[in-house]
């Protein structure tokens, strides 16, 4: 499992121009069952995601596809967590 974090960087006034594009670019993330979770850092810092299902070298490369990465709105950084305890709604991820 991996959390993505996306910090907006000095780039960040162009996120509007390519907001279409990301949130493309989510769906089709949560289309092919790899993320799980999306949602803003507080306070607007930027974006994390919640993924699975994937391996390291396929989420960065998914991840340099982002719209918002790629024109530098958004600095992304990946860390894999090693599930080990999940409350029962969550029991899938420990697979």
Request: proline share 0%.
């Given at each position: 499992m991996f959390l993505v974090t996306?910090?907006?960087s000095d780039n960040?006034?162009?996120?509007?121009?390519?907001?279409d594009g990301h949130n493309a670019w989510l769906?089709?993330?949560f289309d092919d069952g790899v993320f799980l979770l999306s949602g803003s850092l507080q306070p607007r810092l930027g974006g994390a995601i919640l993924a699975h299902a994937t391996t390291l070298a396929d989420l960065q490369a998914r991840v340099a596809g982002d719209p918002f990465v790629a024109h530098g709105?958004?600095?992304a950084a990946v860390a894999e967590i090693t599930p080990a305890r999940a409350d029962d709604r969550l029991a899938f991820l420990l697979d």
């Open positions: 996306l910090t907006f960040r006034a162009q996120a509007a121009q390519h907001m769906r089709q993330g709105v958004v600095a």
